[in-house]
């Protein structure tokens, strides 16, 4: 009977060691999704100063993150939202207009599409950089790039999430995933989240 009782011991402890430990979902970040769009390098702007036509008109966003206006000279745009910008370029005008009324609309928002993509690196068969679509999950981008190759260390894989200004950092286990069907740590994944998959260390 001890003899039964060992065995059956060390089965349970063997079930267990071959088991991904249990993981809580990485909270998500709803501001992501709704705070104010912040400008890029490549944007489209439409600046429209209030009875003032000659200050108003069209200008791309350089790739220097600045744009040009009149009586103001360059002015840094990119990473401030439009109504940040508009502000700021009513303070400047201040000194040449009186009440400047500043509105600023990204007409063209071509740096969003880098904003809200998704990433997977490491050892997989294609790395990719994706455009995020909602519903996208860890194991949709795994399967895009391909699978791991037969260098990954699958069960050591990490999902690297911004949240309130920091790089949060959560695992993954992969091969549990794939191929045991262990669904705990297929998160629902976000505008610019990051998939690593190391390789195994021989």
Do not use: H
């Not at 060992?6 to 088991?19: E, P, Q």
């Not at 809580?24 to 992501?32: G, I, L, N, V």
């Not at 998704?118 to 519903?135: C, E, F, K, L, W």
């Not at 790039?145 to 894989?157: H, P």
Request: charged share 20%.
């Amino acid at each position: 009977m001890k003899v039964l009782q060992w065995i059956l011991g060390i089965g349970v402890l063997a079930m267990v060691g071959c088991t991904s430990p249990q993981v809580e979902p990485p909270p998500t970040s709803d501001a992501r999704f709704t705070e104010d769009y912040r400008i890029g390098v490549g944007d489209e702007l439409r600046i429209n100063v209030w009875r003032n036509e000659e200050l108003s008109g069209n200008v791309p966003v350089r790739p220097d993150g600045k744009i040009s206006l009149a009586l103001v000279g360059d002015v840094t745009a990119a990473g401030q939202t439009a109504t940040g910008l508009a502000s700021e370029l009513a303070s400047q005008l201040n000194e040449y207009i009186r009440n400047p009324q500043v509105t600023v609309i990204v007409t063209n928002p071509s740096s969003s599409d880098y904003q809200r993509r998704v990433r997977i690196t490491g050892a997989v068969r294609n790395p990719q950089s994706i455009p995020y679509r909602d519903g996208m999950t860890v194991l949709d981008l795994v399967l895009m790039a391909g699978g791991v190759n037969e260098f990954a260390s699958a069960n050591n894989a990490k999902l690297y999430r911004r949240l309130d200004g920091e790089l949060k950092v959560f695992p993954i286990y992969l091969n549990d995933l794939i191929n045991r069907g262990r669904v705990e740590t297929n998160y629902d994944l976000q505008p610019s989240d990051i998939v690593t998959v190391p390789e195994r260390s021989f």
